[in-house]
């Protein structure tokens, strides 16, 4: 896109004072917008439908109308409209942003970036646009390249490893059958005389070898017409593509005079197009029609296609009315539908017990109210053949077309699906298609179900990992692992779930019950004499969360459990993300008398920076490093000099991820402190682990 030419611009913003300013911004820039800033959700549904726009722009806290909603409509109305987001300074809103539909995410006061990224989601809009064309043009190109081979007075074949991949009806009526279809993937050879099979497959192998550097030559042989009978045949033959297949064409030039009788023409067409039960036009008509309207259709144009099941027609129809009847019954609902519609809308049979619908300008809402007071015409209209009456229901399924929609196949399918969604409901049997949402919007929703389910039912269960001494330690550690169960009963990891517990704000609440169970567990485990410790992981929010200390301090009195038998273990990111609020949460955990820990560790830029901030004294090191040596046979040098500066800094070192034996003496002799991994025990719902056998 030129960088001159005007932006048709929407901007979502609680600010009028900020969308002046980005307007202000573009001008200044040498970006010319014309610009809407929209308040509602009825006003941005009018400009979407009334008007092209090139961008939206929204500020991802934006209230009046929530980004959310606008992709929502942008993709209900299948609108070409890429969606920016703007936010003030949250890096994770970029992830988020993405997630919900958007282009891009970008800083509000970053004017640079969001110019570049405008101009950039304009071009991929123009190229989408062109690519739009291209693929009509190319159709349509295929169509009358189609029509023609249909009705040429030529008689031509396309052949594909020895069968006919497709003959238009002179090349059959050449060889004395009715129907074109008739020879439909036949062998060649079938409609070859004895006599001349040896020459022609000697004349296409050689042909066939040659390739595209063969020239169109001559063939001739005698035929088997379909009665038997020999006859003369003399074609040309070339290398072409046909329906995107390499192949062969057969042709023979005719010699007979067209007999261009107009009027004979018209009467075939009216054959070909129409449905003879119902007096409408039939399937095919609509599918091409359609395809001709969609090659055609420019930004200002609004059309939909409504597809009409009638509800168990041929059921109800028959049982009442006698299977004779029943064609009667759908020539009654086509009068019907001719009368409730418009003289310029198209109307076809598209189906045994369906009809659709090409409704000209019309918008989306209007065409969803088409489709109810169809439904409600459909449902009142009685039905009166041979004094035995009828009545029936219909379920409507609406699809958009416009400048976006590039294929008949892919509308009708839409208004199918749109349909199926609302078949046998009750009082709304019409809707507008929908896009799905995408793989991760359902997982992630119903992800959010489990969730809410699980923290409203108790549905989550603790399993524990022991950590083993390389050092002779009578320490016993175990890491403690949260799993959430569906309905299933299917164990969910916080991975899973965890960003979803923190959208909804519940990833504190569920922190606490962890680090509640596992003190009631611990404290019951420790009464039987054992020395065991728990080490405990924490989301992001909690590492944030400055009522936690004083909170654990309560808990820890509460249950009369010594402070130093549980870590506190946060994941690196996190702490560098939030490097104030985690040392803060250090130094209140030290007051306790009890540790920090950081695990992944080692994955940074610069992780040993980490620890000049926070006073942790555990550090488990990313398990990535031990799966390079076991899996990828990578060198432990990188690992052995992590844990040597580790150790330099005087921390308590954990590897985690031991999965064989051969990687145990590299990390005795590196001194690696402890070590975990599924080689020594699974997590387990039970602390059972025998840590004698390891002394």
Same mark, same amino acid.
């Given at each position: 896109?030129?960088?001159?030419?005007?932006? $048709?611009?929407?901007?979502?913003?609680?600010?009028?004072?900020?969308?002046?300013?980005?307007?202000?911004?573009?001008?200044?820039?040498?970006?010319?917008?014309?610009a809407?800033?929209?308040?509602?959700?009825?006003?941005?549904?009018?400009?979407?439908?009334?008007?092209?726009?090139?961008?939206?722009?929204?500020?991802?806290?934006?209230?009046?109308?929530?980004p959310?909603?606008?992709?929502?409509?942008?993709? $209900?109305?299948?609108?070409?409209?890429?969606?920016?987001?703007?936010?003030?300074?949250?890096?994770?809103?970029?992830?988020?942003?993405?997630? #919900?539909?958007?282009?891009?995410?970008?800083?509000?006061?970053?004017?640079?970036?969001?110019?570049?990224?405008?101009?950039?989601?304009?071009? !991929?809009?123009?190229?989408?646009?062109?690519?739009?064309?291209?693929?009509?043009?190319?159709?349509?190109?295929?169509?009358?390249?189609?029509?023609?081979l *249909?009705?040429? $007075?030529?008689?031509?074949a396309?052949?594909?490893?020895?069968?006919?991949? @497709?003959?238009?009806?002179?090349?059959?009526?050449?060889?004395?059958?009715?129907?074109?279809?008739?020879?439909?993937?036949?062998?060649?050879?079938?409609?070859?005389? *004895?006599?001349?099979?040896?020459?022609?497959?000697?004349?296409?192998?050689?042909?066939?070898?040659?390739?595209?550097?063969?020239?169109?030559?001559? #063939?001739?042989?005698?035929? =088997?017409?379909?009665?038997?009978?020999?006859t003369?045949?003399?074609?040309?033959?070339?290398?072409?593509?046909?329906?995107?297949?390499?192949?062969?064409?057969?042709l023979?030039?005719?010699?007979?005079?067209?007999?261009?009788?107009?009027?004979?023409?018209?009467?075939?067409?009216?054959?070909?197009?129409?449905?003879?039960?119902?007096?409408?036009?039939?399937?095919?008509?609509?599918?091409?029609?359609?395809?001709?309207?969609?090659?055609?259709?420019?930004?200002?144009?609004?059309?939909?296609?409504?597809?009409?099941?009638?509800?168990?027609?041929?059921?109800?129809?028959?049982?009442?009315?006698?299977?004779?009847?029943?064609?009667?019954?759908?020539?009654?609902?086509?009068?019907?539908?001719?009368?409730?519609?418009?003289?310029?809308?198209?109307?076809?049979?598209?189906?045994?017990?369906?009809?659709?619908?090409?409704?000209?300008?019309i $918008?989306?809402?209007?065409?969803? !109210?088409?489709?109810?007071?169809l439904?409600?015409?459909?449902?009142?209209?009685?039905?009166?053949?041979?004094?035995?009456?009828?009545? #029936?229901?219909?379920?409507?399924?609406?699809?958009?077309?416009?400048?976006?929609?590039?294929?008949?196949?892919?509308?009708?399918?839409?208004?199918?699906?749109?349909?199926?969604?609302?078949?046998?409901?009750?009082?709304?049997?019409?809707?507008l298609?929908?896009?799905?949402?995408?793989?991760?919007?359902? *997982?992630?929703?119903?992800?959010?179900?489990?969730?809410?389910?699980?923290?409203d039912?108790?549905?989550?269960?603790?399993?524990?990992?022991?950590?083993?001494?390389?050092?002779?330690s009578?320490?016993? @550690?175990?890491?403690?692992?949260?799993?959430?169960?569906?309905?299933?009963?299917?164990?969910?990891?916080?991975?899973?779930?965890?960003?979803?517990?923190?959208?909804?704000?519940?990833?504190?609440?569920?922190?606490?019950?962890?680090?509640?169970?596992?003190?009631?567990?611990?404290?019951?485990?420790?009464?039987?004499?054992?020395k065991?410790?728990?080490?405990?992981?924490?989301?992001k929010?909690?590492?944030?969360?400055?009522? #936690?200390?004083?909170?654990?301090?309560?808990?820890?009195k509460?249950?009369?459990?010594?402070?130093?038998?549980?870590?506190?273990?946060?994941?690196?990111?996190?702490?560098?993300?939030? %490097?104030?609020?985690?040392?803060?949460?250090?130094?209140?955990?030290?007051? %306790?008398?009890?540790?920090?820990?950081?695990?992944?560790?080692?994955?940074? %830029?610069?992780?040993?920076?980490?620890?000049?901030?926070?006073?942790?004294?555990?550090?488990?090191?990313?398990?990535?490093?031990?799966?390079?040596?076991?899996?990828?046979?990578?060198?432990?040098?990188?690992?052995?000099?992590?844990?040597?500066? =580790?150790?330099g800094?005087?921390?308590?070192?954990?590897?985690?991820?031991?999965?064989?034996?051969?990687?145990?003496?590299?990390?005795?002799?590196?001194?690696?402190?402890?070590?975990?991994?599924? @080689?020594?025990?699974?997590?387990?719902?039970?602390?059972?682990?025998?840590?004698?056998?390891?002394?």
């Amino acid at each position: 896109m030129n960088a001159n030419d005007t932006i $048709r611009l929407l901007i979502l913003n609680n600010s009028r004072a900020e969308a002046e300013r980005l307007i202000s911004m573009l001008h200044n820039a040498g970006r010319p917008s014309r610009a809407q800033h929209v308040e509602s959700e009825e006003a941005l549904v009018k400009l979407l439908e009334e008007q092209t726009w090139d961008l939206l722009i929204a500020h991802d806290q934006t209230t009046n109308v929530t980004p959310q909603t606008a992709i929502k409509h942008i993709r $209900r109305l299948n609108k070409d409209v890429p969606v920016i987001l703007q936010n003030d300074d949250e890096f994770l809103a970029v992830v988020e942003g993405m997630k #919900l539909g958007a282009a891009d995410v970008v800083r509000l006061d970053d004017d640079q970036h969001l110019l570049l990224v405008m101009q950039r989601e304009m071009n !991929n809009r123009e190229e989408r646009q062109a690519k739009r064309l291209a693929d009509r043009r190319f159709r349509e190109a295929e169509r009358r390249s189609q029509q023609l081979l *249909d009705s040429s $007075r030529d008689a031509i074949a396309y052949v594909q490893d020895g069968l006919y991949l @497709y003959a238009n009806q002179s090349f059959a009526e050449l060889f004395g059958y009715e129907d074109k279809d008739d020879i439909d993937c036949m062998p060649i050879m079938d409609m070859v005389d *004895d006599k001349d099979q040896d020459t022609l497959k000697t004349f296409l192998k050689d042909f066939t070898f040659k390739g595209l550097d063969a020239e169109s030559t001559k #063939l001739a042989f005698r035929g =088997l017409k379909q009665d038997g009978t020999a006859t003369p045949i003399s074609l040309e033959v070339s290398h072409v593509t046909y329906d995107e297949e390499p192949c062969i064409q057969f042709l023979a030039r005719a010699n007979r005079v067209d007999l261009n009788n107009d009027v004979l023409e018209a009467q075939i067409k009216q054959i070909k197009w129409q449905d003879v039960v119902t007096g409408l036009y039939n399937r095919q008509y609509m599918i091409d029609h359609l395809e001709k309207v969609i090659d055609n259709v420019s930004e200002k144009d609004n059309l939909s296609l409504l597809y009409i099941d009638i509800d168990n027609f041929i059921e109800r129809a028959q049982s009442t009315l006698g299977v004779a009847a029943a064609d009667m019954a759908l020539s009654d609902l086509a009068s019907l539908l001719r009368e409730k519609n418009n003289t310029t809308d198209i109307i076809a049979r598209f189906g045994d017990t369906a009809f659709t619908v090409l409704v000209p300008n019309i $918008r989306a809402d209007a065409a969803v !109210n088409r489709a109810r007071q169809l439904c409600k015409a459909i449902e009142e209209h009685i039905i009166d053949i041979d004094n035995k009456t009828l009545q #029936l229901t219909a379920s409507i399924g609406v699809s958009l077309i416009n400048d976006n929609t590039t294929s008949a196949n892919k509308v009708i399918e839409q208004a199918i699906n749109a349909m199926e969604k609302v078949r046998g409901a009750n009082g709304n049997n019409a809707q507008l298609f929908e896009p799905e949402m995408s793989a991760d919007e359902r *997982d992630q929703k119903n992800i959010a179900s489990d969730l809410q389910h699980a923290l409203d039912n108790d549905r989550f269960r603790l399993l524990f990992q022991p950590i083993i001494s390389l050092r002779g330690s009578e320490e016993e @550690y175990y890491e403690v692992y949260l799993r959430m169960l569906n309905d299933n009963n299917e164990e969910i990891s916080p991975s899973r779930f965890i960003e979803t517990a923190s959208s909804i704000g519940a990833s504190i609440k569920i922190d606490r019950w962890v680090i509640l169970e596992s003190i009631k567990m611990l404290s019951q485990h420790r009464a039987k004499g054992n020395k065991t410790k728990l080490i405990l992981n924490l989301s992001k929010d909690s590492l944030c969360d400055e009522s #936690l200390v004083p909170w654990l301090g309560v808990a820890f009195k509460a249950a009369k459990l010594s402070s130093d038998a549980i870590v506190f273990q946060a994941n690196e990111v996190d702490v560098t993300n939030h %490097l104030n609020a985690a040392k803060s949460f250090a130094e209140g955990l030290q007051k %306790l008398k009890t540790f920090m820990s950081i695990s992944n560790f080692g994955c940074s %830029l610069n992780p040993f920076n980490t620890l000049k901030h926070v006073p942790a004294s555990v550090i488990k090191i990313d398990g990535s490093f031990t799966m390079d040596i076991q899996n990828n046979k990578e060198s432990p040098e990188t690992l052995i000099h992590l844990i040597e500066q =580790l150790h330099g800094e005087n921390k308590i070192t954990i590897v985690p991820f031991v999965e064989n034996a051969s990687v145990l003496s590299t990390l005795w002799q590196a001194g690696a402190h402890y070590i975990q991994g599924h @080689y020594l025990q699974e997590p387990t719902q039970n602390m059972s682990y025998d840590f004698n056998m390891e002394t």
